[in-house]
């Protein structure tokens, strides 16, 4: 499994698993399925309903919709198309931030290269020979594609574990306030310090540690930084589900 460590603008370094060649691959035959039915939608309208009396606006509307497709669903679910909802995986900007608007274009401009000039074969051997996971367009834009379905898998098994806690108790009322991404960042440097208990790792549970304190308006950080993160995430899970 290729992973790549992002640091984010808190110092926070997350680990993502890194999209193979297999499921980008699959996520563009994906996408080409819905552009076809769009293409057919578009033909339809025009053909049926319209009469076809005016083929030139057919051939420029299916010409717009079939190449800004990729860059108008990125835009649209921050990063995802269609193909690459359903298969878990998703854009995202190497330094952590979301991708901004230029980013997008650079990757849908490098299309033309990328994949329809050369049948995707440039696109295969950059993905491969990177370390990044990157094709041509991702290496100008600074951009790669992740999987996100491990992210989903945590959702799903906080959930899980509600059913042996009916009853339970939180102790930080004031977790209500955290958004689930925040939680799940939690969780992910929490398990990261678990997995690597190194001094970087440390400093991003004391940082992590000390910014969830200070949001729930604690006074003293407390001693055992992994029992209280544990503990909050606990407690999110109790009152916001």
């Known amino acids: ?14 680990t ?34 319209g009469g076809m009396q005016d083929s030139n606006l057919f051939y420029w509307v299916a010409f717009l919709v079939m190449s800004f497709y990729s860059l108008f669903w990125e835009l649209l679910l921050n990063g995802q198309s269609p193909g690459k909802r359903s298969l878990g995986i998703q854009v995202i900007h190497v330094n952590g931030l979301e991708p901004s608007l230029n980013s997008y274009l650079l990757r849908w401009a490098f299309r033309t290269i990328d994949i329809w000039f050369t049948l995707g074969s440039v696109a295969v051997m950059s993905i491969s020979a990177g370390a990044r996971g990157q094709r041509l367009g991702d290496i100008v834009a600074n951009t790669t594609v992740v999987r996100t379905a491990n992210r989903q898998d945590v959702r799903m098994e906080q959930l899980e574990q509600l059913n042996s ?3 339970y108790e939180p102790k930080y009322t004031g977790v209500h306030a955290f958004r689930e991404e925040q939680m799940l960042l939690v969780k992910e440097v929490l398990d990261r310090y678990l997995k690597y208990r190194n001094t970087a790792h440390r400093e991003a549970l004391e940082m992590t540690a000390a910014k969830v304190a200070e949001q729930l308006g604690l006074e003293k950080i407390p001693d055992d930084l992994v029992e209280f993160l544990k503990r909050v995430i606990k407690d999110y899970v109790a009152v916001s589900r």
């Open 1 to 14: 499994m290729n992973s790549i460590d992002i640091t984010t603008s808190q110092q926070v370094v997350i």
């Open 16 to 49: 993502y698993e890194l999209a193979s060649v297999r499921d980008r691959i699959l996520a563009f035959f994906l996408d080409t399925i819905v552009l076809l039915g769009l293409y057919l939608g578009i033909f339809f309208i025009f053909g049926v309903i």
């Open 165 to 167: 806690r009916s009853n």
